[in-house]
């Protein structure tokens, strides 16, 4: 149940995307999170893209690994769309779609999804085997729908509704999708490329003026590498305490809330108490070793900023000043 | 004598990671109710608050709102991760939050049975918890959410807050009563690990 478990997000390459500072990674992916929103009609949008894709190209990353980020807020951003189109009611509309809906299809489809549930609920049938039914009866139903009303133009028995979509409504949610999609691989691109402990590294030395107001930047930093050093482990540890109630005859793969909470009750307990006992004994060996929170401490790795790096700066002041001056 | 700000920071990181973990593996950090999902990443924010005190609680919370941050801008699943690229909406409540467990914990010092005490903590913390977050939300998105705060009646935007109540009040009542029944035996199981193996050399192996 594990396996599928990703959290490192790193994959092994090498192009000037991988050789550049993180620092200038990190600040540039946050700036292009404000710098997008400056972006107000097409032409601003277009020039993101360009810039977006191009970068994107030319970090030598698979293409697939973004589908793969983006894809699971594929359904979060129909649903943006689809609200802008119902909410937004601004500019020249479009020609009414009327959307008609057949009394004998929706009863149908009631009378399948009551038994559904009905059946489920009674645990006759296993809940893949009716996610799958509803999906294909819910298909079907649709498309009985639209030939029923639509090619033989069945008007009996039919709810009739009138949809008019705006202009701007379809435009501004495209742009909406659009500013998701680009922000999203932008920021999985310095998560591909970056490895966690240069990241910390970077937030550290990025996050370093703040220092001077008395917030304690370093031990924020030295607390992020830890627990990058820790969630594989503990996550290894979960996966043997779960074979361990598994083994004691806990079943985690089906149950209603009362099992549920009785499952996550025997996974956490031993999580924290590991944790707890593990975190003794660190304390003890930072201690021990003689680590005063608040000094000035030195790292193995030195960061350097290089040419490449105020050049890929630059560049993002060119996307800023042409996004200023288009908008 | 142990020096505080070390043991502090470890446990920091150890509940950073436990809160990471919960919120990557799905069926520890969320359970299923039909429509919605109960979210109980918050439930390490409560332990914290509970074992450790004020200080502790408010660090964590602030940890959970910055992991929550990030996941709304790296992976977002639902509606609600677009609101929470705000750090405002994803941090600050947060931080509250583990502030007000504390306090409700020790306003319930006439309690004097401990089981009793963490339970009606936990289940008034969590419910404190959405009443915070959902109202910086609508103070801060107060334009856009204008239309169903103030929404007519027999008026499509009804329909629509109605149904919005309901999945809120649903999945807050699920995150209620799952940290009810799930926070008391992890802290009475913390205390008797912890009471077993002396105060002196805690936990040791």
Redesign the interface.
Known sequence: MLNNIKLGQYLHGNSWYYRLDPRAKLIMSVLFIVTIFLATNWVTYLGATIFTLAIVLTSRVSLKFFFRSIKPIFFLMLLTFFMNLFFNKTGKSFSPIYIKINQIMAGTFAIILALLIILRLSKVIKKHISGKIFKFSTLLIIIMNLVLVYLFSFEQYTWSFKWIVYKNAVINGGFIVLRLVLIISFSSLLTFTTKPTDLTLAIEKVLGPLKLIKLPVSELALMISISLRFIPTLLEETQKILKAQTSRGADFTEGNLKDKVVQIISLLIPMFIISFRRAEDLANAMEARGYIPGKKRTSLKELKWQYRDSLYSFSFVVLTLFLIYYR | M??Q???D??????????I??MS??P??GF?P?GFTTAT?IH?PVI?AAIYFGKKMGVYTGFIFGGVSLLTA???????F??FFQNPIISILPRIAFGFVTVIIYNSLKFINFEYLRTSITAFLSTIMHTVLVIGTLILIYYNETK?FVNADKQT?EFTITFALIGLVVLSAL?EA??ST??VP??IS??RA?NKKEGNKD????
């Open positions: 142990r020096n700000k070390i043991s920071l470890v446990y920091l990181a150890l509940f950073l990671t436990i990471v973990v990557q593996v069926w520890l359970i109710l109980i439930i332990i801008y790296l992976r977002p699943t639902n509606v991760d677009l239309t499509e699920g009563i799952a029944l799930i035996p992890i199981a913390i690990a805690l936990f040791k192996d």
